[in-house]
């Protein structure tokens, strides 16, 4: 391919996965890069990524991020899961909590034990056994040394896209403002050489970063790469979203809350809470998606709804040429698991892993672009399981759901936990054997069997192990603070 060197990087466009990736190239390889980023205050950003899961903060450690001052400066406040309303059938609810669930033995996962105790009718629910569930409920959280509690944030995704520029600034990136009208490229490869702005500057470099948002100008309207469309999986194409004030102290859990068509979301930060609907435009049209949003509000709007349409799928590849794609530019899983922010930062984190310092050459770019490949299919399964396992018959909506064939990939992991009880976590995927497992318990997916760990004890020592489990988990929230408390003396936010 090119056996040229790569110093100079460009990065197109300043929405999060821009800074996220100019932040990341400037703290951990920036002595020996020259990165400029370019970004168009007409064209704006998407702004609307406001929920993270943990392994946001392993992104933050590795580039010395501050947490108190990253909360302050976002309006941040913690995230401990997800809680699902209305999911599997009206009136459900179960958490998708970021913890451990119970104490799990090599042999199997503890949630095999409390199937085993279900079985008995003892145990009670199985939200009982994750500390992060129980706290969430309790509107707690607290960090200290002796509470092994797993988290992510909820953030203001624009003040989020200031900090990074500030931290990248502090690194030495080059910011220019102004619009890519042109791109040029090598004849003989298709490398790209440079980009030429609406003043007439050209920005030349060596390796290309396309943060362009959906429209993907370099990865897709430059290189065409091409689009593998998921739709036919996740229906849902557009959202609506809106900021309310807040209606109390935040909580520290997203609500996913499904309704005839899509679902909606709530994220409270500190100074206010992020809604939006979700919904597929087959089924719904943007006026009654607008109303139904309005209606479901528990407090006033801060500002006006704003119409988001996008479609599921992912670039064919994400690296192509001296292009690497992060962000919408690279594809797009809806947000019901808060996945987008993880999969472009890993992507960045991969990138400078396997950064192409002597040239760029086939097999670089294949090892690269499968990783992505894993690591989004991963998540758009996980995805998918949520609405393959729905009982709902109340709309079209809910019963193409139900009735439609998943990827082969998913479709062995249901007949497993179906079959077997057995979930599990694949070789590097994102989300945990107990993340799956909660989904699928919380969706009603009854397993036939499981594995009799459980049985190995006698009915009294079963409940003395959930007992103690209980007892221990109880008495540590009891101890945390409410969560607002929290906030106020660890990072209050800098919005007036
Ligand atoms: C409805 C919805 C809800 C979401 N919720 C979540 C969530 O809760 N959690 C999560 O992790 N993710 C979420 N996401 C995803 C998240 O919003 C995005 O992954 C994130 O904002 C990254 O966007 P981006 O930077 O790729 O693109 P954008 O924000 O669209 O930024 C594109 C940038 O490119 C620039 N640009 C474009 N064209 C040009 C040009 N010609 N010249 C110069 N500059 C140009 C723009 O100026 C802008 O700076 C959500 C997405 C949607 C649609």
């Known amino acids: 391919m090119s056996a040229q060197g790569v110093k100079k990087v460009v990065i197109a466009g300043g929405g999060t996965a821009g800074w996220c990736a100019a932040a990341a190239l400037s703290r951990l390889l920036g002595p020996v890069l020259d990165i400029t980023l370019i970004e168009s205050a007409d064209i704006g950003i998407i702004g609307v990524g406001e929920a993270t899961i943990p392994t946001v903060r392993a992104f933050h450690h590795l580039l010395s991020v501050d947490e108190q001052a990253f909360m302050r400066e976002t309006d941040a406040t913690f995230k401990l899961g997800i809680g699902f309303e209305n999911w599997a059938r009206e009136g459900d609810q179960y958490f998708h909590s970021f913890g451990t ?25 199985l939200d009982d056994y994750s500390l992060e569930t129980k706290a969430a409920k309790a509107g707690k959280f607290q960090i200290h040394k002796n509470l092994p509690i797993n988290y992510a944030y909820h953030f203001d995704a624009v003040m989020y896209g200031k900090y990074l520029r500030k931290l990248s600034e502090s690194g030495g990136v080059k910011r220019h403002e102004g619009e890519i009208k042109s791109v040029q490229q090598q004849a003989e490869t298709g490398f790209i050489t440079s980009v030429t702005l609406a003043s007439g500057e050209v920005i030349s470099g060596d390796l290309f970063i396309d943060c362009t ?228 318990l919380g969706q009603r997916l009854e397993p036939k069997g499981w594995h009799r760990l459980g049985a190995l004890m006698n009915e009294g020592e079963l409940n003395q192990v959930f007992a103690g489990l209980k007892s221990t988990i109880d008495d540590t929230v009891a101890k945390m603070l409410p969560q607002d408390a929290f906030l106020k003396q660890y990072c209050p936010t800098a919005v007036v």
């Open 213 to 440: 948002g959906f429209r993907g100008l370099l990865i897709e309207e430059t290189l065409h790469t091409g689009y593998e469309d998921w739709t036919h999986w996740l229906r849902t194409d557009r959202a609506v979203a809106v900021q309310t004030q807040p209606a109390g102290p935040p909580l520290p859990y997203t609500k996913s809350i499904a309704h005839a068509d899509g679902w909606r979301w709530r994220i409270p930060l500190q100074s206010r809470v992020g809604n939006g609907l979700i919904y597929a435009s087959a089924h719904l049209s943007d006026e009654d998606a607008e109303a139904r949003l309005m209606a479901s509000l528990d407090a006033p709007a801060v500002n006006t709804p704003r119409l988001i349409k996008y479609r599921t799928g992912r670039r064919k590849q994400i690296w192509n040429k001296n292009c690497v794609a992060v962000g919408l530019a690279s594809g797009f899983i809806e947000p019901l698991e808060s996945t987008s922010i993880h999969l472009f930062q890993k992507s960045v984190l991969d990138l400078v892993q396997n950064f192409p310092f002597f040239g760029i050459n086939d097999t670089l770019v294949a090892h690269y672009n499968r990783l992505a490949q894993q690591e989004i299919e991963y998540a758009r399964d996980f995805v998918i399981l949520h609405y393959k396992l729905t009982e709902r018959s109340d709309s079209a909506f809910w019963r193409e759901n139900a009735g439609m064939d998943v990827p082969d990939s998913l479709k062995e992991r249901i007949e497993l936990f179906q079959e077997s009880g057995l979930a599990f976590q694949g070789p590097g995927e994102l989300f945990r054997t107990d993340s799956w497992a909660q989904v699928m």
């Open 101 to 125: 669930i119970g104490k799990s033995p090599w042999m199997g996962h503890f949630y095999n034990i409390w199937l085993e105790g279900r079985s008995r009718g003892i145990g009670g629910s």
